[in-house]
Nanobody, 122 residues
Framework: QVQLVESGGGLVQAGGSLRLSCAASGIILGINTMGWYRQAPGKQRELVALITNGGSTNYADSVKGRFTISRDNAKNTVYLQMNNLKPEDTAVYYC????????????????WGKGTLVTVSS
């Protein structure tokens, strides 16, 4: 079974930075889109950023210009560099990946990490 493990969360002051990492392990034949989601207390989960296998990216309007998503395919790892953090960024951040688990017939499954907490103090 594939597992995604996030790391890098913590407590920072507003204006500070954090770098999140998510490493996938298990039987992985390929990884398509990878992304970061977050969920604040009392709110719905929302997409923060995603990156395709080809390297194209998309960001939520609230994080554009502050966050950068990247990936290292050799390590099956996706990163989220978060700069100029704001209190409203406080949330549990979840890693998501579309992972190819079978080639013939092609099968891709959606996997989630357990999350890492980011707290931004004002």
């Amino acid at each position: 079974q594939v597992q995604l493990v996030e790391s890098g969360g913590g407590l920072v002051q507003a204006g500070g930075s954090l770098r999140l990492s998510c490493a996938a392990s298990g039987i992985i034949l390929g990884i398509n889109t990878m992304g970061w989601y977050r969920q604040a207390p009392g709110k719905q989960r929302e997409l923060v950023a995603l990156i395709t296998n080809g390297g194209s990216t998309n960001y939520a309007d609230s994080v554009k210009g502050r966050f950068t998503i990247s990936r290292d395919n050799a390590k099956n790892t996706v990163y989220l560099q978060m700069n100029n953090l704001k209190p409203e960024d406080t949330a549990v951040y979840y890693c998501n990946a579309q992972i190819v688990v079978r080639m013939i017939p092609m099968r891709s499954d959606d996997y989630w990490g357990k999350g890492t907490l980011v707290t931004v103090s004002s």
